[in-house]
């Protein structure tokens, strides 16, 4: 599991998973709950297919290569 931090006690977890039998990438917001004293994944996020991965990275890279060419 990867973890990148945000302010506060908010994360973005990236993990590989296993959904319906099927394998995947998660990538969720997490977010610090008080009464539980603990880390819990929300709603916000969403999960890769192996199959849509190698499409998603691609439109990934074309999109940070548009910004630096903005910046």
């Known amino acids: 599991m990867e973890v990148v931090k945000r302010e ?20 969720r917001l997490w977010v610090f709950a008080k009464q539980l004293d603990k880390m819990i994944p929300t709603r916000r996020g969403l999960s890769i297919r192996l199959d849509q991965l190698e499409a998603i990275r691609s439109d990934l890279v074309d999109a940070e290569r548009t910004l630096m060419k903005a910046a």
Request: proline share 5%; no cysteine.
């Open 8 to 27: 506060g006690h908010h994360q973005i977890r990236v993990e590989a998973i296993e959904y319906e039998g099927q394998p995947r990438i998660d990538l």
